[in-house]
């Protein structure tokens, strides 16, 4: 090495002269092959005059040729012995960091090949996925050479099962679906990972590297084999290559817009990336179907090598168990088979999957291979052929797999075909949070989440399997996104006009029709009232179900509410939104069968509750009870929490403060005397505390006493709050209620501390939306927001400001922000008129926006 260049500045030079080159943007295999040639040119400079003893080679994407912009260099130093030569590998690792080359390294001696076979998965795949750079040829022939002789000794089916099983580990933790919103490029499924899993269990089961010194990449030498071996054909071939190509260009990018290694493809560096690619801004998503494409074509391929290998290696089973199905098909063991050499039609592919769902079978290899290349002949061709409808119908009807089919049906793109109105949900996603599937994937994890309830026992469950025929309700769920691509606002109301024409001409009579139309108009219903409504409030009530032609209809309407939420994120779905819904859907039930009014059926409740625990008998309780004057109080505490608030009351306690913990929140309770801007206070004194507030509700008494309780959790955590915050929580209350804590100034104070805690993006105004609902009592106000620590404060407080009493809030979560619905009445008891709407949006968004 020349003392007197500067190669740090030459290689940086050099490196920032190939990121800049936006020719190479769309290549993706050039790119990575140039920078690899890049690194290793400079390794050699920089190390080859040395009188090298070892090995070194290259590992991961550096030795596949795939080294993303921010990939970690990875390499080996191999030695028959270590000892003795520590120092040595100090000053080359140094050398080459010296130079700006950032490397990860490991030492091996030849002993660790079977070390690592039976202690470490991951240390050991690396020992098949090498280049050779520098050292002694003949030692990393003999490495090679030791590493498949062990390999061949041992068990090659047990490796090949831990890397399937290494697989599902990876999904679980990142995502099996290719169609995951921000999905990570590299683990998530569908992206890199998934090809090389499956070009290590090829290396095992064929002893032998696919690295190569030449200037390609190790992806596009092992699709190439596999088209000279037959095992793909041609248009296979070409759909791999250039699905890859999109996941690597998706990751190169990605590391770029960055400036380091990041593998998680969010939002806003989606919008970067189809900037930089040319696409217009307008039509940046395009560049994300592209992805979601490419992934799809990556994980069903990874699928059909994975199970290639594991029939394979499985046990072969005796003709004699062979079962024939029809003239065409044929079934033995789990492994269903095309008896015929020919393509197949659109009934041939809606009997396959049939057959596969009534068995819970797997396609064997060739039918799979010839499934594919049929539906992509079928999209190139387009021939006017009738649909399998008797088929499709008689699949919903099975009792189990459903879900299962019709998610493979989807990863085949053969719903495409089947239902063309679905194709449009294909890849469909809206930006945000809330939802982490694209709008197909979401149907489909929606479906089979309903459908596992086959195998729970709750309430939902129940409920599930009394069902005498689930067919109608596997429709809605299929069908309930369906208008999405056409307008998100609205969508539920155009899907029940596309679920018409499906329908009928699926053979559907018009009373089946009735129903999935009425379950699709109404999937969002349960949810918002649920969430943003009293459940106590009998208008409500009666609102609710006056949309019910049947109590049937209520059960699927439950069970689909169920499904949807459920296969949103796994972060919307919790026990406390649980047993909201179920509230709803009981009190529903009971006034459907029993034909009660909302009035009838809060008072016969509230008066079984004082009934059962004798409340009648005790003449303090009774006046207690006609002071609150709201039914609701008795479902919301216990006896012996009244009791408590009697207690405190009786003795004149100017704040009293309660704590109790559920399975989801903290319950924070406060019993004082009201004032001016009193809830605005509470909620700036919780938030000071780092509390998140989820509901409110707010009893007053005659008397002017209110008993306001929140069900709250810890911002940081998302958890309950620690019994060790109770008293600094209770002292912070008191304060701010007898005024000795001036909240604004203590809120202002803590504003930067939040800054650090959250993730602090700036949001923009029209992420806020403001609606007003008329009620017989009082003017109901839903606020979308984002989530912010202290909105509810901010919000509170404005409406204090504006003369407005709020008499019941409820705060909804939806991942990507809040809905918080407020009932409220001017100070002198009087509803909104419509023409104040006006103006109070303008002043709370005004308020909103301060905090964001």
């Known amino acids: 090495m020349d003392n007197s260049i500067n190669y740090k500045e030459i290689f940086l030079s050099e490196r920032e002269k190939l990121f800049s080159n936006k020719e190479l943007f769309n290549n993706s295999y050039q790119f990575c092959i140039k920078h690899s040639l890049l690194v290793e040119e400079f390794i050699i400079k920089l190390i080859q005059p040395k009188n090298f003893s070892c090995v070194m080679a290259a590992v991961g994407g550096f030795s596949r040729r795939e080294l993303s912009p921010f990939s970690d260099i990875d390499l080996m130093f191999i030695f028959p012995s270590l000892k003795g030569h520590e120092s040595e590998i100090q000053h080359c690792v140094t050398t080459l960091w010296d130079a700006g080359i ?99 269990m090829y290396a095992i089961k064929n002893q032998k590297l696919l690295s190569r010194q030449d200037e390609i990449t190790q992806t596009e030498v092992f699709i190439k084999e596999l088209l000279d071996n037959g095992v793909i054909n041609r248009k296979a071939y070409k759909r791999l290559y250039d699905s890859y190509k999109n996941v690597l260009r998706a990751r190169n990018m990605l590391h770029l817009v960055e400036g380091r290694k990041n593998d998680r493809l969010e939002f806003i560096q989606q919008e970067q990336i189809a900037e930089k690619l040319g696409y217009p801004k307008s039509d940046w998503k395009e560049f994300m179907y592209e992805y979601f494409r490419s992934s799809t074509i990556l994980n069903r391929f990874s699928k059909t090598m994975r199970k290639r290998y594991k029939q394979e290696f499985s046990t072969k089973l005796s003709d004699y168990l062979l079962i024939n199905l029809d003239d065409d098909f044929e079934i033995k063991g789990d492994i269903l088979r095309f008896k015929n050499d020919r393509l197949l039609n659109i009934s041939d592919i809606m009997r396959a999957f049939y057959y596969r769902g009534l068995n819970d079978a797997s396609f064997e290899q060739n039918l ?104 109608l309700l596997y429709m809605a769920v299929l069908l309930h996104d369906i208008g999405k691509p056409i307008s998100i606002a609205g969508h539920e109301i155009i899907g029940a006009e596309i679920v018409n024409s499906i329908m009928q001409s699926l053979g559907y009579g018009q009373s089946e029709i009735l129903l999935v139309q009425f379950l699709v108009k109404h999937h969002l219903d349960m949810e918002q009232i649920a969430f943003r409504r009293d459940l106590n409030d009998p208008t409500t009530l009666d609102n609710f179900i006056s949309i019910f032609p049947s109590i049937k209809a209520l059960d699927h309407l439950y069970l689909l509410s169920y499904a949807d939420l459920s296969a949103v994120n796994p972060k919307v779905w919790t026990q406390w939104k649980a047993e909201l819904l179920k509230e709803l859907y009981t009190k529903a039930k009971s006034m459907l069968q029993e034909q009660l009014s909302g009035e009838e059926l809060i008072s016969a409740k509230s008066n079984a509750v004082i009934n059962d625990q004798d409340f009648s008998s005790d003449n303090i309780m009774v006046e207690h009870l006609d002071q609150v004057d709201n039914l609701s109080y008795v479902f919301h505490f216990t006896q012996e929490e009244i009791n408590q608030h009697i207690e405190e009351i009786e003795k004149g306690s100017k704040v009293s403060v309660f704590f109790k913990e559920s399975e989801s929140f903290t319950n924070i309770t406060v019993v004082t005397k009201d004032s001016e801007k009193l809830l605005a206070r509470l909620c700036g004194a919780l938030a000071i505390n780092d509390l998140n507030i989820h509901d409110a509700k707010i009893f007053t008494r005659k008397d002017g006493i209110i008993i306001d309780s929140f069900n709250v959790s810890d911002f940081r955590t998302n958890e309950l709050i620690s019994n060790n915050k109770y008293s600094s929580i209770e002292k912070t209350i008191a304060k701010s209620i007898v005024g000795d804590l001036n909240i604004e100034k203590e809120f202002e104070k803590v504003k930067s501390k939040w800054k650090r805690i959250i993730n602090n993006k700036i949001i923009s105004p029209d992420k806020i939306e403001i609606d007003f609902e008329e009620h017989d009592k009082f003017t109901i106000i839903d606020i979308y927001a984002p989530d912010k620590i202290g909105l509810l404060y901010s919000i509170t407080h404005k409406m204090a400001e504006l003369g407005l009493t709020v008499a019941f809030a409820k705060i909804s979560t939806k991942v990507d922000g809040v809905l918080d619905a407020f009932y409220i009445q001017k100070n002198n008891g009087e509803k909104l008129r419509k023409s104040e709407y006006g103006f109070i949006n303008s002043e709370l968004t005004e308020e909103i926006k301060k905090i964001l």
């Open 368 to 471: 799979r291979s010839l499934i594919i290349e049929s539906i992509h002949l079928i999209e190139e061709t387009n021939p006017p052929e009738a649909t399998s409808s008797v088929f499709f119908r008689e699949l919903l009807r099975l009792p189990s797999n459903v879900g299962k089919t019709l998610l493979a049906m989807n990863e085949f793109s053969f719903l495409d075909i089947l239902l063309p109105e679905f194709k449009s949900l294909n890849g469909f996603f809206q930006p945000g949070v809330y939802h982490c599937y694209t709008a197909d994937e979401h149907t489909l994890i929606a479906l089979q989440n309903l459908e596992n309830l086959s195998e729970e026992d709750n309430h939902l469950a129940r409920l599930f399997k009394s069902l005498h025929s689930r067919d």
């Open 102 to 200: 950032e490397v990860s390294h490991t030492v091996r001696e030849f002993s660790d090949i079977e070390k690592y076979l039976k202690e470490d998965l991951h240390a050991f795949t690396q020992f098949f996925e090498t280049r050779f750079l520098l050292g002694s040829k003949n030692l990393y022939d003999e490495w090679n050479a030791k590493l498949f002789q062990i390999i061949e000794k041992s068990n090659k089916s047990k490796l090949v099962y831990e890397l399937f099983e290494d697989v599902e580990a990876r999904y679980i933790k990142y995502g099996r679906s290719p169609k995951v919103l921000e999905p990570n490029v590299k683990f998530t499924g569908g992206g890199l990972r998934d090809i090389h899993a499956v070009e290590w």
